[in-house]
């Protein structure tokens, strides 16, 4: 028996939200988080593009149940590469995992639990001859063995592509 849950989806795109329609979870076309009493929020590459970033921390707290979850995902800055500003300009910061913790702690969180994912698509991407979800790239192309390699690396090191940091109401 899995308990029951009642899930809602907050967004701004239309496309998002009409997938987790079909899903049949509720939906809010909206970027204002309801006043309600939450037990988990994520928010899955969203922190980098904001302006007011510990504005938005802050009333995400406000808005959990003591205990409650925040789960957030975004870029790794430990493992971008040179080029990374140019991915996406959209980004207006950058975190590693320390200064993603130090964000959550300012606005009151502590921190349960962080852990990095590997972005299947850019190793496997670079594997296949430089073709990148960025546009091409020949420099990134390289053999078997490194991709196993760096793949590893990366996974044993918490220095995968994306941080998922999990942070908790105090």
Not at 29 to 37: G, H, V
Request: charged share 20%.
């Amino acid at each position: 028996n899995r308990p029951s849950l009642e899930l809602t989806g907050m967004d701004l795109n239309q496309a998002a939200l009409h997938t987790l329609a079909l899903l049949g979870i509720k939906t809010l076309l909206t970027k204002e988080i309801p006043n309600s009493r939450w037990d988990v929020i994520t928010a899955w590459g969203l922190v980098e593009h904001l302006k007011r970033q510990h504005e938005f921390l802050k009333n995400v707290h406000s808005k959990l149940l003591n205990g409650g979850l925040f789960i957030s995902c975004v870029p790794n800055v430990e493992r971008l590469s040179k080029y990374a500003a140019t991915f996406c300009p959209q980004h207006l910061s950058y975190f590693s995992i320390d200064t993603l913790s130090k964000l959550y702690e300012d606005c009151g969180f502590k921190i349960n639990h962080f852990y990095t994912v590997e972005d299947e698509r850019v190793p496997i991407a670079k594997f296949i001859s430089g073709l990148t979800p960025y546009g091409k790239h020949p420099e990134w192309a390289y053999s078997h063995n490194l991709f196993r390699q760096d793949l590893k690396n990366i996974l044993g090191r918490n220095k995968g592509y994306k941080i998922v940091l999990i942070g908790e109401k105090i």
